[in-house]
C-alpha cells in the first residue's frame, strides 16, 4: 500500500474556476502535512502546510481530517499561473525529530485562458 | 534564488564513467537529504543525512554512495550507473525535526 495517494489527473479548468484535489495517507501516526507545487522540469517549493483546524491562504484552502486521513486543496479563481503538479507531501515519522517525507505522485493541473 | 545549490543541472555519461552531484545548502539547516525522481512516479527518498552522519540509507544500490563532509555540502558520487537509474534527482535541506524541506533545482542525469 502506499504512504500518500492522490489522482493524478490531469485537471485541465478554465481560468477563473474553482477545482480540488484529494489525497489520503496510511499513517495514521503522521504529524506534519504539506501541499508542495513542481512546475515542470523544476523542483518541488512548498505551496503550503496544512493544519488540523483547516488553513487558507489567499485563493489556497487546505483541509485536513486525521480520522479518514484525507487531505485537500481546493483553488479558487484559478489563474494561468497555477498550472503545476501539486504534491501531496505527508511526514511519516513516529516519534522521531527528523522530517522523513512521503510523496504523493502528484496531480497534475492544467489552467486554459 | 534557491538556498540550496545543486551542479550539475544536466548530466549525460556511459554505464563505465564515475561522476559525482554536488549540493550546497546556503540555510543553515543541519539535515539534507537525496532524492530520485523518476517519470510518473513519487519522490523516492534515497539517502539522509543529520549533523553530517548518514541516518536513512533507503536499500539504494552501492553505484550510489553518498558524502556529506560538513553540514553545508552533501554529494552523491555515481559509478557504474544503469539505463534505468536516468532521473532528476533531488537534492533538500531542513532544520532537523522543523518543516518543510527547501529542494535544489536537481540534476537531471541520462545515462546512455
Known amino acids: 500500500r502506499k504512504e500518500v495517494e492522490q489522482d493524478p489527473g490531469p485537471f485541465n479548468v478554465p481560468e477563473g474556476a474553482t477545482v480540488a484535489f484529494n489525497c489520503t495517507y496510511s499513517n495514521s501516526a503522521s504529524q506534519s502535512f504539506f501541499w508542495y507545487r513542481q512546475d515542470c522540469r523544476k523542483e518541488p517549493k512548498l505551496l503550503m502546510s496544512?493544519?488540523?483546524s483547516g488553513n487558507e491562504d489567499g485563493r489556497f484552502t487546505a483541509q485536513l481530517n486525521r480520522a479518514s486521513q484525507y487531505i485537500s486543496l481546493l483553488i479558487r479563481d484559478s489563474k494561468l499561473s497555477d498550472s503545476a503538479t501539486y504534491l501531496c507531501v505527508v511526514n511519516g515519522d513516529r516519534g522521531s525529530t527528523l522530517g522523513r517525507l512521503y510523496f504523493g505522485r502528484g496531480t497534475q493541473l492544467t489552467v486554459w485562458p | 534564488e534557491t538556498g540550496v545549490t545543486q551542479t550539475p543541472r544536466h548530466l549525460v555519461m556511459g554505464m563505465t564513467n564515475k561522476k559525482s552531484l554536488k549540493c550546497e545548502q546556503h540555510l543553515g539547516h543541519n539535515a539534507m537529504y537525496w532524492y530520485k525522481q523518476s517519470a510518473k512516479k513519487p519522490l523516492e527518498l534515497m539517502f539522509v543525512?543529520?549533523?553530517?552522519?548518514?541516518?536513512e540509507n533507503n536499500s539504494v544500490p552501492s553505484r550510489f554512495s553518498p558524502e556529506c563532509p560538513n553540514s553545508s555540502h552533501l554529494f552523491l558520487h555515481l559509478h557504474t550507473l544503469q539505463p534505468e537509474d536516468s532521473a532528476l534527482y533531488l537534492c533538500?535541506?531542513?532544520?532537523?525535526?522543523?518543516?518543510?524541506?527547501?529542494f535544489g533545482d536537481g540534476t537531471r542525469l541520462s545515462i546512455l
Open positions: 496544512v493544519y488540523s
Open positions: 543525512y543529520s549533523l553530517e552522519e548518514r541516518v
Open positions: 533538500a535541506s531542513s532544520q532537523e525535526g522543523v518543516q518543510p524541506q527547501h
